[in-house]
């Protein structure tokens, strides 16, 4: 892969949110040559692959920090000290979560709190905290991660599902909110991404790598856009998914 610098992206440092996220660590790859990195992470300390990779990509500095998502009582204070020991931030990526055990989420309410706790209110927390952080700074741009999961929710995995649609709503409703501010958010939707997470899933139709998003999410940035699918294609297959009878969609396999 070939990382060149970006063009009409703010300048400041790249703090990743879920630093060894292969999504996380490909858009800072091309975000890193004459930037700073931030890579927030449990572990921390212990990222010295994403550490090397993104030096190799001409990044000035690169600082792991440890980082606890679902510790929200934390967020405030680990943002602040970022923004003091590593100075403003250009791009804030929100690349933590989980797709939990939707058979386990069934039965078990606890693992779906813990699921849903993850992937939406620790979201929030940290948005809400970055967005008054760049407000004051009146420029940087917000990187969140929908998926096609919460555009419509699927029988086959709606607790995870259910948190990405409430996601979904709060970015876009943030977005609105920060509109004037000089911060911008991007709201990413992508589909079936092949990768760690997804290990031993079938895949999807339209299925995408962690590099083809970083690529799209990255182009998205460039051109200040509020929204990207990704691959493209699925802006159609949502209008279809949105428009299929109730009866059809609980049957879905997928």
Do not use: C
């Not at 969140?144 to 607790?159: E, M, T």
Request: charged share 15%.
């Amino acid at each position: 892969m070939v990382v060149r610098r970006t063009r009409g992206i703010d300048p400041g440092t790249v703090l990743v949110l879920g630093g060894r996220s292969e999504i996380g660590l490909q858009v800072a790859l091309r975000l890193a040559p004459g930037r700073s990195v931030v890579l927030a992470a449990r572990g921390g300390t212990d990222l010295d692959t994403e550490t090397a990779a993104l030096t190799a990509a001409g990044a000035t500095a690169v600082h792991p920090v440890e980082f606890d998502a679902d510790d929200t009582a934390s967020h405030p204070a680990l943002l602040a000290k970022i923004v003091a020991d590593y100075g403003p931030i250009g791009v804030a990526v929100l690349a933590f979560g989980v797709l939990g055990d939707q058979t386990l989420a069934e039965t078990d309410p606890a693992h779906a709190l813990a699921v849903v706790h993850t992937d939406y209110t620790a979201q929030l927390s940290v948005l809400t905290v970055l967005a008054n952080e760049l407000r004051t700074q009146g420029s940087g741009h917000l990187v969140v991660f929908s998926s096609i999961a919460g555009v419509r929710v699927r029988r086959a995995n709606y607790v995870y599902g259910s948190a990405k649609a409430g996601l979904d709503g709060f970015a876009s409703g943030l977005a609105d909110a920060l509109h004037g501010s000089g911060v911008h958010l991007l709201l990413a939707r992508p589909g079936f991404v092949v990768g760690r997470m997804t290990e031993g899933m079938r895949p999807a139709p339209f299925s995408i790598t962690p590099d083809q998003v970083a690529a799209a999410v990255v182009t998205a940035l460039g051109r200040r856009a509020g929204q990207v699918a990704i691959p493209g294609i699925l802006r159609l297959v949502f209008v279809g998914m949105r428009l299929l009878p109730q009866a059809v969609w609980r049957r879905m396999p997928l």
